[in-house]
């Protein structure tokens, strides 16, 4: 009847269970359907499963999705992918391996669905590839072989032949087709930054899409997917270009102590290119990477007037495998050459002032950073916050252990002279650099310690130093106040200490502060 036409039609929402704000570590979770009209909810699994992605097949009846059934902490390349049957409940697994598979999407025709991974067999550093899986037989191969970056979102042609996806090469992000009986692909956009689509008509003619580049705030656009022109539909911040004098930025290339040529981002203030401080930024990740997009933070370092490098070290995706994993075995060894001799570029071009050069960074950032300031004087100030300075202290509490399949090698205990080389705690005593060290108290993946022992180093030693610690903030900053005072605080550390200004643009709220260790 025509209620069951409906039904059939997708009148149901499927989601998946959550915790509070997100945070199901340690949980298992379900999928669900909700009838849209009368609200009803039922449960499809119930298993302990932790649920990942997921996709519903067209005709509704189906429900591929990637799920993990044992979930302990760095385990999340025990995911496989499963295929549901709605009405019988039975769950049957499509994939056995020991590789994360996610973005699971069905192809027109139901027999098909498209996901992405980075192998077929062991969990490996690799740039992930699409995958199409044909459902009955469970036969499947890699169709994306022939490109080379970060493959984002991506859906199937309306008649089901190719695949149109997002995808990073180097700094800009782009639209490609992907046809599936050659495998060929085919950058269809030019967009000089990042073009990211968002939403797809039904055929596929038409998209929305986010578009932005280094000085140009996003804005949401539509177009056609055949590379025409599109239109701009919003103009959020029309104030941007026609009050602010914006950092200018270009594309920077340079050779590393090794002869590998490393590229990345400078930005210049307005109207100066000479002598200027220099701020030198290190990505999170290991596998991170510096785009040609809109960042505002970006823009007031050079309404300061510093000029800034962004390089996409070894380790960076968005490039080639053989760079992805250029750090592999060796963390703070290729890359940290990577980071000098881009500063030393940038001085060699008589753009940077020697004597005046600050670093920054996070995560990734923040260990390399701290790295880098326990084997060179050169830097007048430095920020990291969420880092990692001991290794092995972190082997247990964080969500590292990809380091010890990568970018150590080995373990603690097999492996334990180069676990406390790589550590910036064995190195401590060499810092001569003043240091701000920021770090959140519920930081679940570099471990909140890790910037007390190193802070405790320094203090023990009488070096210039200052601990904040952000109540309730995991790794990534959520609360607006605390994004704040952690921006205004590392300006005021890198004037003080790079250029000797004293910079005191606001007074910080009283009510639950970040508590300040000095």
Known sequence: DEEDKEHEAGSDAIFVDEGPNGQTEGEWNDLWSLEVDTKRETRLTESENRIGSFSVAPDGNSIVFTARTENRRNQGNLSEIYLLDVESREIR????????????TWAPDGRRIAYEAPSDGEWELRLDKIWVMDIESGRKKIVSGAFDGNIRQFVWTSDGSALLFSGLQGTNNNLYRLDLASERVEKVTEHEGSLAPSSFSADRSMMAYVAEDWSTPPDVWVGPTNGDNGTKLTEANPWV???????????????????????GILTLPAGASEHLPL?????GGPAGVFTNTFNARTQVWSGLGYAQLFPNVRGSSGYTDELLRGNMNDIGGGDYWDLMTGVDAVIDQGIADEDLLGLRGWSYGGILGGWTITQTERFKGASVGAMVSDWTSEYGPGFNHDVSLWYIGGTPWDNPEEWRYRSALTHVANVTTPTLI?????????????????????????????????????????????????????????????????????????????????
């Open 438 to 518: 920021l770090h959140g108290m519920n930081d679940r993946t570099d471990t909140e310690p890790q910037s007390m022992m190193f802070f405790q180093a320094l203090r023990d030693q009488d070096k210039t130093a200052r601990y904040i610690r952000f109540p309730r903030e995991p790794h990534g900053f959520r609360e607006p106040r605390h994004q704040r005072t952690r921006d205004v605080e590392e300006i005021r550390w890198i004037q003080k200490y790079v250029r000797d200004i004293e910079w005191e643009p606001w007074t910080r709220p009283s009510k639950d502060s970040p508590k300040v260790i000095s």
């Open 241 to 263: 270009s026609t009050d602010i004098a914006l950092g200018q930025s270009r594309l920077m290339q340079w050779k590393s102590r090794d002869g590998r040529e490393i590229e």
């Open 93 to 104: 697994q499509l994939t056995d391996n020991r590789s994360p598979e996610g973005r699971l």
């Open 279 to 283: 701020l030198l930024h290190i990505h």
